[in-house]
């Protein structure tokens, strides 16, 4: 599986984007899959994910990022709404075959390259 995300950028304070992630080599209908993001000097950390049991947020995008996927198109989606500057970071797409993979990125196999969202304040 490879997996290629996109739509990062620069965004203001409270503003929006939306991140894609393409995956090609095999359908993904039941992988788990997840966004994590890394800024700079820090670890990776899980941002928000979707499997078979339903989506889960970390308590810092809570009610601001949205998870969705299209079976169809092999894409899962990062909607990002009121971003804040905290956000910045490059953000992975991530991807596991096993339905019930969670937020701890060990757990993945299959990663993306990231794209870079830069909020300015």
């Known amino acids: 599986v490879q997996l290629q995300a996109s739509g990062g950028g620069l965004a203001q304070t409270g503003g929006s984007l939306r991140l894609s992630c393409v995956a090609s080599?095999?359908?993904?209908?039941?992988?788990?899959l997840g966004w994590f993001r890394q800024a700079p000097g820090k670890e990776r950390e899980f941002a928000a994910g979707i499997n078979w049991s339903g989506k889960r947020y970390a308590d810092s995008v809570k009610d601001r990022f949205t998870i969705s996927r299209d079976n169809a198109e092999n894409t899962v989606y990062l909607q990002m709404n009121n971003l804040k500057p905290e956000d910045t970071a490059v953000y992975h797409c991530a991807a596991d075959r096993n339905p019930y993979k969670g937020s701890d990125r060990t757990a993945y196999a299959y990663w993306g390259q990231g794209t870079l969202v830069t909020v300015s304040s």
């Open positions: 080599g095999r359908t993904f209908r039941n992988y788990s």
